[in-house]
């Protein structure tokens, strides 16, 4: 069955340091990849997603390319802020029509001042 | 536009009774899904509809959890006999028919003494 394999947390890190979540996955077929985050109190938002192979999605500075041959699909940015605080869930779904996300265990981002 | 909603955000249950979670997805969207959190994990897959008909319920953990999509709009996942196990985030989602970006609600936070 599908699953996801993401780097356990918490992360911290100082403003302006660089960013990478890893983020591998076991499906079949040719998936389509997520990152979806979790500010505090709030719910899940999608951050970005890639729906097939060396797609590159990004948003609000976060990148993430869809690596079919390693089978990742690691989270970065450049330069974190402290609002950028939130946990990360890396997700994927099947081929086809609306199907079922099935979610990493999540990874924590702590950046401080 | 409104978001997915739910309700109630927060319900403590005794173990023994009987609890409702209800999902209001946005309009027009077809697709409906549910998902569970335990504390510290990621989102796990309950059950999903495409109008009113369920046509995954292969994540509901056993046979005291119940959804329900009459009309094809507002969704209730209905947990009887409750368990300490159950206390979870409950979470819905919706999309459009055919796209697999979800939209999620905030939750209902679930605790069972």
């Known amino acids: 069955g599908n699953s996801v394999t993401q780097m356990e947390g918490p992360v911290t890190l100082s403003e302006e340091a660089f960013l990478t979540i890893n983020c591998t996955y076991t499906a079949t077929g040719y998936p389509s990849l997520f990152w979806y985050v979790q500010y505090p109190g709030e719910g899940l938002q999608l951050l970005l997603k890639?729906?097939?192979?060396?797609d590159k999605g990004s948003n609000k500075g976060f990148e993430a390319t869809y690596r079919k041959e390693t089978t990742s699909f690691h989270l970065e940015k450049g330069s974190v802020q402290v609002s950028d605080s939130a946990v990360y869930f890396c997700?994927?779904?099947?081929?086809?029509?609306?199907?079922?996300?099935?979610f990493g265990t999540g990874t924590r981002l702590q950046v401080t001042l | 536009g409104a978001g997915v909603s739910q309700s109630p955000r927060y319900k403590v249950a005794k173990r023994g009774q009987d609890v409702a979670l209800r999902c209001d997805p946005i309009?027009?969207?077809?697709?409906l899904f549910w998902y569970q959190q335990a504390l510290g994990q990621g989102p796990e897959f309950l059950t999903y509809?495409?109008?009113?008909?369920?046509?995954?319920k292969s994540g509901l953990p056993s046979d005291r959890f119940f959804a329900e999509r009459p009309e094809g709009s507002v969704s209730t996942l209905k947990i009887q006999r409750t368990q300490q196990e159950d206390s979870a985030v409950y979470l819905c989602?919706?999309?459009?028919?055919?796209?697999?970006?979800?939209?999620f609600g905030p939750g209902t936070r679930l605790t069972v003494l």
């Open positions: 989602a919706s999309s459009i028919f055919l796209v697999n970006e979800q939209f």
């Open positions: 509809f495409q109008n009113e008909a369920q046509l995954d």
């Open positions: 997700a994927l779904s099947s081929t086809g029509t609306a199907s079922k996300l099935t």
């Open positions: 890639a729906t097939k192979a060396d």
């Open positions: 309009s027009g969207h077809v697709s």
